[in-house]
T-cell receptor, first 114, second 109 residues
Framework: GAGVSQSPRYKVAKRGQDVALRCDPI?????LFWYQQALGQGPEFLTY????????KSGLPSDRFFAERPEGSVSTLKIQRTQQEDSAVYLC????????????FGEGSRLTVL | KNEVEQSPQNLTAQEGEFITINCSYS?????LHWLQQHPGGGIVSLFM???GKKKHGRLIATINIQEKHSSLHITASHPRDSAVYIC???????????FGAGTILRVKS
């Protein structure tokens, strides 16, 4: 596609429900990042993939959060047993480079946990 | 303490005014990103710069690596410039970014 695509754009979940958020990066982009943005805050790093390898997951807030990118393209961020504090916008970004380079962001997936 | 600090947090300007948003960071970085985020929308990368100055249309970004400071300028501001402007610096490896809290800009006509 022309840009980074995320789905769903909006998700409302009941507390305790599992959710899955999808990111389609720009074709051929090696690097893929997930960020979490709480209301009124700047985004915060969650995890980083280089192709299919998850090189850094230090930002995942708990073991309820899991991300994968099995074929080095599409990535899924899964949140198990959602809690209210998980409510945020989840942003995906991709880059052609493995080091510095221009980042392309998706529109984000806004998760609201009731 | 956030390693990337922006000022001001909120900025209201009249259409046509020259606008400056500042970004200071406390850790060594090799490059800095300026990003734009519209309400309900995703983030658009405006600039990535590691030295000097870059210009794109009415937007100008400058950086002083030694002083760990960057500025984003908007000339002849317009209401469509209203958005949140965020600066971010890569930590460790290239694009693991640390973000500032953002500057909420509102340009009134």
């Amino acid at each position: 596609g022309a840009g980074v695509s995320q789905s769903p754009r909006y998700k409302v979940a009941k507390r305790g429900q599992d959710v899955a958020l999808r990111c389609d990066p720009i074709s051929g982009h090696v690097s893929l990042f997930w960020y979490q943005q709480a209301l009124g805050q700047g985004p915060e790093f969650l995890t980083y993939f280089q192709n299919e390898a998850q090189l850094d997951k230090s930002g995942l807030p708990s073991d309820r959060f899991f991300a994968e990118r099995p074929e080095g393209s599409v990535s899924t961020l899964k949140i198990q047993r959602t809690q209210q504090e998980d409510s945020a916008v989840y942003l995906c970004a991709s880059s052609h480079a493995t080091n510095t380079g221009e980042l392309f962001f998706g529109e984000g997936s806004r998760l609201t946990v009731l | 303490k956030n390693e990337v600090e922006q000022s001001p947090q909120n900025l209201t300007a009249q259409e046509g005014e020259f606008i400056t948003i500042n970004c200071s960071y406390s850790v060594g970085i090799s490059a800095l990103h300026w990003l734009q985020q519209h309400p309900g929308g995703g983030i658009v990368s405006l600039f990535m710069l590691s030295s000097g100055k870059k210009k794109h249309g009415r937007l100008i970004a400058t950086i002083n690596i030694q002083e760990k400071h960057s500025s984003l300028h908007i000339t002849a501001s317009h209401p469509r410039d209203s958005a949140v402007y965020i600066c971010a610096g890569p930590m460790e490896y290239g694009n693991k970014l640390v973000f500032g809290a953002g500057t909420i800009l509102r340009v009134k006509s």
